[in-house]
């Protein structure tokens, strides 16, 4: 099949407007998920259409936001594709350190990407990375499990239920675990995934004057929830997994539910990597009955960095990677389970889409989640995982770290959580704030 897409890119109409006249070879820094690395298996078709070639750095998810924003940061001029997201982009737009890309062609149809991820890559109108994929988070669950438990997942839960729920479906002598989290230290690991729940229990991160807030109670009530539930129902060395060990686990059948990126349902309902996959059932991300979900909206998107020698080679680059010719190839290939969800209008009212069994709640889970307003209370920052200035993503670094810490029993969540008031106060005046 893969072959007779790579004699038809071949022969066919040329697909984009600006082919380069010479072959370049371009180098990529992305993400080591499964999405990205499917894409590298399919370059041979851009390669066949445009004549470059392409070099992959592929990194684990903390790595690669560090080696990125080093990069553009001194213009180390490493990489001519970025592989960044929602936060990075509007903030290295302002500052001049992506390429617009304002001049797309018509047939690409930039109106076709979902409003919510063309807004989060976007800086005063202009586009500065075009998604890949869209996501938000969800609840993934053994459905198997579930009813052993005598339960049964409401659409919309509550985190009172779900940690009801893990605690009745975790075995640990039979290493089965109620509830995988994110637990390993990072801004995009655990504090993001804190940062979201923490906006259904009430907590923010600063108020209106930018005052941090970790020494609230809607913060207290958060962190002691998340630690207590692992450490009842969660898997052994939980402040070690991010997104891709959890995945693994929750493959292996080791997890009762898995509240995360709703990207990874293809991967968990996928029987070749799965072996729960005819097992898997999808819910909203909880809540407390304050009106906010935990649920976060995000897109892995290609960008270019300004200063790069070979924008056109990128350019034509990110238009096959995020076409909607690309999102066909993917479904010839892998199937339309395997395409990369989020990003298009298009693909949701695509025949072949709409009885994937987690398209829908995918997409009301997207349209869900509102970065303008993430709070209960009010804030003076966009973001729902993350608050989009600058000083966030340092800041927040350190303050995965401490509730890393907490999780693994190296220190109480009020011990952390009093680290993370103090280290937020300091960054944040000495910012100036």
């Known amino acids: 099949m ?7 890119a071949a022969t066919a109409l040329t697909v984009f407007a600006s082919t380069a006249a010479f072959a370049d070879t371009i180098t990529i820094a992305t993400v080591n998920n499964g999405d990205m690395i499917r894409m590298q298996g399919l370059t041979e ?23 990125v924003t080093t990069d553009i940061s001194a213009k180390g001029g490493q990489f001519d594709i970025m592989t960044i997201g929602m936060y990075e982009t509007p903030i290295w737009g302002k500052n001049g350190w992506l390429v617009p890309l304002n001049d797309l062609p018509a047939d690409y149809d930039v109106d076709d990407i979902l409003p919510a991820m063309r807004g989060g890559l976007s800086h005063d109108g202009t586009l500065f990375a075009a998604p890949f994929y869209g996501e938000s988070s969800m609840i993934m669950y053994r459905t198997d499990l579930m009813e052993k438990a005598g339960l049964e997942m409401p659409a919309a839960p ?3 239920f779900v940690a009801d729920a893990a605690r009745q479906m975790t075995d640990k002598d039979n290493e089965t675990y109620g509830i995988c ?6 801004w995009g690991e655990n504090a993001a995934f804190i940062t979201a729940m923490s906006n259904s229990f009430g907590a923010r ?7 941090p807030q970790f020494d609230s109670e809607a913060w207290s009530n ?9 450490n009842d129902a969660g898997p052994p060395g939980a402040s070690n997994n991010g997104f891709n060990e959890n995945l693994s686990l929750f493959q292996q059948g080791k997890c009762g539910m898995w509240i995360d ?23 909203l991300a909880p809540d407390t009955g304050l009106g906010k979900r935990s649920n976060w909206l995000w897109a892995w998107a290609l960008a270019i960095p300004a200063g790069t020698q070979k924008e056109a080679a990128a350019k034509e680059f990110i238009q096959w990677a995020t076409s909607k010719d690309y999102i066909e190839l993917v479904a010839e290939n892998e199937g339309w389970a395997n395409v990369p969800p989020g990003a298009r209008i298009s693909l949701y009212e695509n025949a072949n889409y709409k009885d994937i069994p987690f398209a829908k709640m995918t997409l009301e889970s997207i349209l869900s989640a509102d970065p303008n307003n993430p709070t209960v209370d009010p804030v003076p920052y966009v973001g729902i995982q993350f608050a989009a200035i600058p000083e966030f993503a340092g800041i927040a670094t350190q303050v995965g770290q401490e509730f890393s810490a907490a999780l693994a029993g190296q220190q109480t969540a009020e011990e952390a959580l009093a680290k993370a008031q103090a280290l937020t106060a300091d960054e944040m005046e000495a ?3």
Do not use: C, M
Request: charged residues 20%; aromatic residues 14%; negative net charge.
């Open 222 to 230: 958060t962190l002691n929830f998340y630690i207590n539930l692992l």
């Open 431 to 433: 910012a100036g704030y």
């Open 205 to 211: 991160w600063f108020d209106e004057n930018w005052a």
């Open 181 to 186: 989290l994110r637990g390993k230290a990072g």
């Open 2 to 8: 893969y072959l007779k897409s790579a004699l038809r």
């Open 158 to 160: 509550t985190w009172d």
């Open 45 to 67: 078709d851009f390669t066949a259409k445009t004549g470059h070639e392409v070099e992959w750095v592929t990194l684990e998810e903390n790595v690669l936001r560090q080696r």
């Open 261 to 283: 990126a709703t990207v990874a349902a293809s991967f968990v309902t996928n029987p070749n990597d799965s072996t729960v996959a005819d097992k898997v059932g999808f819910a």
